[in-house]
């Protein structure tokens, strides 16, 4: 008897920043086939942005992604300032790359509290989301807000750093190193996690270079990408930091790849903040006109490059804009990193491109013949967390409590 | 010999329009016949990485844009061609060469109208499936 399957997941869940769907085609428990379709939440955002002004424009694109806020309108005003030919004040660098940096901590945190909600270690997902929320409390303070901070603007940012904030924001981050190290031994020294992640959802470096992958998916394949440092912007050829790299080509390459990314964001803000104390300076430039001309900005976002081609005449708005999100790039690769694992490994594998896949109460396994539901996404999340225990019960004798 | 050089010396005849606009960013127009040569030698380059491509409906016809970054010295290269046929815009697929164009290929195909030849799938990837017929969302129209 043919006992091929049909298991739907997506399109829309509160969790998720993109709503996706991934249909994957299964024979019994393995993965044979996964057919991906986006856009089911295309706002326009391209068509959108060329009867904005330029600085209506940032305010439109924070709007993107709601986790990676800043990614956006970082990489836009680098095309606008490309284009326009500015040199933003050192000030303004710092603070950049600080907010920059931040936002890519509480991404990975996420990340990271999501990873370990699917594998069934639910203490990771509380304590690293209890820690996000210093980097959290940072922005509250410094911006107002604790997502969309509204930080750049063409010519510089829209709010300083100064005075008593330098200090608070050195001691909310010395709380913050532990809690890393903490993390770093929860996952990198735990066999079940081993287990769980090692040798599973492969992407090869050529698979990098076919499907042009960013950030963690390509450092993790041992493919030393970083715009940071290939074409430094903000104040990232000002600091001292590292490329975080891997070569496992894995999921636990993709756990291992952001962790390590926290001790270097945090190197990187530490090192802004004292440069903050010294530097003098305005951080706007207050720029009033945009001449007419082409600019391609990036940014490296928490979850790769972000890439922004801007194009205007000489009016204050541009007449086109184009708009390429990481995910865009990264989520394509899931036809061959899921393909040939066990339903229980598909979801840490689609979750490890970050698209912060938590789409699960939509999961449902129906028959492709008779239509008839057999499994709902609950029962995928308890058949991921099942396979760790009974790991762990055969590893140590521990028994599920 | 760098990139750009060795460029400029294999495709001498190929190129129309070489523009260095700052010293990271390279704009190369060609012809859209020769698009696979093009888009091929830049791909099986070591260092060099397909970003993403974008279409525009300009006033000379729907112009395409290949960006290509080099990562081991930060410099952009896009490659520019220019479709004039606005009524039946048709360039040489990618996506049998670079993966990571079959995507793009299919949203400019559904935004600007463009026909990619060769290409596999041209279904909708983000308009829903019953948006109907040659209403390309990102073709200029004259405002009633």
Known sequence: MDKKCVIPIGPFHPLQEEPEFFRLHVDGEKVTGVDIEIGYNHRGIEKLSESKTYDQGLFLVERICGICSCSHPFAYVNAI??????????????????????????????????????L?????????????????????????????????????????????????????????????????????????????????????????KDYGAVGPIARSSGVAIDVRKDDPYAAYGLVDWN??????????????????????????????????????????????????????????????????????????????????????MNIATNEKSVIGYNVSDALIILAAADPCYCCTERIAVVDAFNRKMLMNGNDLIRKSQEKTKKLRSRKFGVSSS | MNLIEELKSKFDKEILKFEQKKAKRVYIDIDPKNIIPFGSYLFNKPALRFMIASGMDT?????????????????????????????????????????????????????????????????????????????????????K
């Open chain 1, 81 to 118: 300032e490309e284009l326009a030919g500015i040199e933003i004040p050192e000030r303004a660098r710092y603070v950049r790359s600080l907010v920059g940096e931040l936002e890519r901590i509480h991404s990975h945190l996420l990340w990271l509290g999501l990873a370990g909600h699917f």
């Open chain 1, 120 to 208: 069934g270690y639910n203490t990771v997902w509380m304590w690293s989301w209890k820690y996000r929320e210093l980097v959290l409390d940072i922005f509250e303070k410094i911006s107002g807000n604790r997502q969309h901070y509204g930080a750049m603007k063409v010519g510089g940012t829209r709010f300083d750093i100064t005075g008593e904030d330098i200090g608070w924001i050195e001691k909310q981050l010395d709380e913050l190193l532990p809690a890393v190290d903490m993390f770093k031994g929860a996952v990198m020294d735990d066999p079940v996690i081993h287990a769980r992640t090692k040798g599973v959802g492969i992407i090869t470096a050529q698979d990098v």
């Open chain 1, 243 to 328: 490329i975080v790299t891997m070569n496992t080509c894995d999921v636990f390459g993709r756990a291992g790849v952001r962790i390590l990314e926290l001790y270097e964001s945090i190197k990187i803000i530490k090192q802004c903040l004292a440069h903050l104390k010294t530097t003098p300076g305005p951080v706007d430039l207050n720029i009033k006109d945009i001449p007419p001309g082409e600019g391609i900005g990036r940014h490296e976002a928490p979850r790769g490059e972000v890439v922004h081609y801007v194009r205007g005449d000489k009016t204050n708005s541009p007449t086109r804009h184009k708009i390429r999100a990481p995910s865009y």
């Open chain 2, 59 to 143: 006033r000379s016809g729907i112009e395409i844009m290949y960006h290509f970054s080099d990562d081991s010295t930060g410099v952009i290269i896009t490659l520019r061609v220019i479709l004039t046929n606005k009524e039946k815009p048709e360039i040489d697929s990618l996506s049998n060469i670079i993966k990571g164009t079959n995507w793009i290929e299919r949203e400019m195909h559904e935004l600007l109208g463009i026909i990619f030849i060769g290409h596999k799938n041209l279904k909708h990837l983000i308009l829903p499936d019953d948006w109907p017929k040659d209403d390309y969302p990102l073709r200029q129209k004259e405002r």
